[in-house]
């Protein structure tokens, strides 16, 4: 992407609710009047087992509630070795019934998947995401929103999507700090133990779903690791490395899906202030850019810091000595992989949604943007966009829409708000029915 141009997407942490634990439970002798022989014929019958179930039937009653122990108080000096023994082996049986109960509740849930918007002044087609929802079991997503302008807000309230807090966001030097925020929120919810396959996918205000709910949910719950669409090689940014060679940082898609130990980790390295000078260190949009002069290892870096963060962050920087020699890197959790790290290579990785960047649209090799492209009729073909800003829609037809649905894609954008059916009367019913049908 070249230099910045236009406001985009701007996102506050709800604090996590205080944890306490149930108070112990006070019980007089009289309440639990065990007599001393009884104590000693049962612990003679413990082999079975039977003196720890008859703690945990004869405690149940009164201490119900869930109590972490039991204080037996008043005994009289005979029985007081007795009581002791009551007080060590209730405790025992109770915080036993208490860990099987913790260890049952850190079950995980089913997988989530969190849909991350990052909007401006408003989500355009707001219905259409309204009807994408409507049939999706509510435990199996959270639909949030960041929103730089109080337009937005009012937008979205009472709608499908939760608003957080806003953050300062900044047009291409600082469009993390808002992704970032919807990660905290979203990693806040405490809704059943989290699940390893939780995904957090980020979304544009001006993105649309190419799949129904079900299709898209089962995607990313079965996909193993994070999503990154990596940009053709001479548009990655490179700075001579202090014992030679380059290093290198890999430029991707800001529409990224992260798997839950990525969005963890992304949030603590965020928070802590991880390579907050990846502009000043890459030295990003420093000289005049140039369509046909942005080559690979050129130390001419061109970019916004949402496009390369995440990766370094996760993975970091990547070196490489001679800039010719075909380089394999395998990276743990990287859907996709491994990464070429090369001169001549084009699209890597899983790329979710589709942009048209018009530089790229018909680079050779692996490429979806290519393929989903060359299926559609020619109203329906978005407008090419430039070296600035990407390609977008604002007419597309009802083969445009089934052509969407066959993509490889699960999201697409760019989409004004209300777009023209060409051959239909209402875009958002007509998105519903090819589209979004099960």
Same mark, same amino acid.
């Given at each position: 992407r070249g230099p910045p141009a236009g406001p985009r997407a701007g996102a506050h942490a709800r604090p996590r609710a205080a944890c306490t634990r149930p108070p112990a439970v006070a019980m007089s002798q009289q309440a639990l009047a065990v007599p001393a022989r009884e104590i000693k014929a049962l612990r003679r019958a413990s082999n079975a087992g039977r003196w720890r179930r008859w703690l945990a039937v004869t405690l149940a009653a009164p201490l119900a509630g869930g109590a972490h122990?039991?204080?037996?108080?008043?005994?009289? /000096?005979?029985? +007081? @070795?007795?009581?002791?023994?009551?007080? +060590?082996?209730?405790?025992?049986? *109770?915080? /036993?019934?208490?860990?099987?109960?913790?260890?049952?509740?850190?079950?995980?849930?089913?997988?989530?998947?969190?849909?991350?918007?990052?909007?401006?002044?408003?989500?355009?087609?707001? /219905?259409?995401?309204?009807?994408?929802?409507?049939?999706?079991?509510?435990?199996?997503?959270?639909? *949030?929103?960041?929103?730089?302008? $109080?337009?937005?807000?009012?937008?979205?309230?009472?709608?499908?999507?939760?608003?957080?807090?806003?953050?300062? @966001?900044?047009?291409?030097?600082d469009l993390v700090s808002p992704m970032q925020q919807l990660v905290n929120i979203a990693l806040q919810d405490n809704d059943g133990y989290p699940n390893p396959a939780d995904k957090f996918a980020f979304v544009?205000?001006?993105?649309?779903?190419?799949? $129904?709910? @079900?299709?898209?949910?089962? %995607? *990313?719950?079965?996909?193993?690791?994070?999503?990154?669409?990596?940009?053709?090689?001479?548009?990655?940014?490179?700075?001579?490395? $202090?014992?030679?060679?380059?290093?290198?940082?890999?430029?991707?898609?800001?529409?990224? %899906?992260?798997?839950?130990?990525?969005?963890?980790?992304?949030?603590? *390295?965020?928070?802590?202030?991880?390579?907050?000078?990846?502009?000043?260190?890459?030295?990003?949009? %420093?000289?005049?850019?140039?369509?046909?002069?942005?080559?690979?290892?050129? %130390?001419?870096n061109f970019g916004c810091l949402d496009e390369f963060w995440h990766l370094i962050a996760l993975y970091g920087t990547l070196h490489s000595q001679d800039m010719v020699t075909d380089i394999t890197i395998p990276l743990t959790m990287f859907s996709g992989g491994p990464l070429h790290i090369n001169p001549w290579v084009g699209w890597q990785g899983e790329c979710d949604t589709f942009v048209q960047w018009a530089k790229y649209l018909h680079t050779s090799g692996s490429n979806p943007f290519s393929r989903f492209h060359s299926t559609l009729d020619q109203m329906s073909v978005p407008h090419s966009g430039n070296s600035f800003r990407p390609g977008w829609w604002d007419t597309i037809t009802t083969h445009g829409l089934r052509a969407i649905r066959q993509s490889s894609f699960l999201f697409m954008r760019k989409f004004i708000d209300r777009p023209r059916i060409h051959d239909g009367y209402d875009f958002a019913a007509a998105y519903r029915q090819y589209v979004l049908a099960d």
């Open positions: 122990g039991v204080v037996l108080r008043g005994a009289h /000096d005979a029985n +007081a @070795s007795a009581t002791e023994a009551v007080n +060590a082996s209730a405790a025992w049986a *109770l915080n /036993d019934s208490a860990a099987a109960g913790h260890a049952r509740s850190k079950q995980p849930r089913g997988a989530r998947v969190y849909f991350l918007f990052l909007a401006v002044d408003k989500v355009s087609n707001l /219905d259409v995401w309204q009807a994408f929802f409507a049939p999706a079991p509510s435990e199996r997503y959270r639909a *949030l929103v960041h929103c730089k302008l $109080p337009e937005c807000l009012q937008q979205v309230h009472g709608s499908v999507l939760t608003a957080v807090p806003s953050v300062p @966001s900044y047009y291409c030097t544009s205000d001006s993105t649309l779903p190419a799949k $129904p709910f @079900s299709y898209i949910y089962n %995607t *990313l719950a079965n996909r193993r690791g994070s999503d990154f669409c990596i940009f053709p090689s001479n548009e990655w940014a490179d700075i001579p490395a $202090p014992g030679g060679g380059v290093e290198i940082a890999a430029k991707h898609h800001q529409w990224i %899906t992260l798997e839950r130990a990525h969005a963890e980790k992304s949030w603590s *390295l965020w928070s802590q202030g991880h390579f907050h000078h990846f502009m000043a260190h890459f030295r990003m949009n %420093t000289q005049a850019y140039t369509w046909s002069n942005n080559s690979y290892a050129d %130390t001419r």
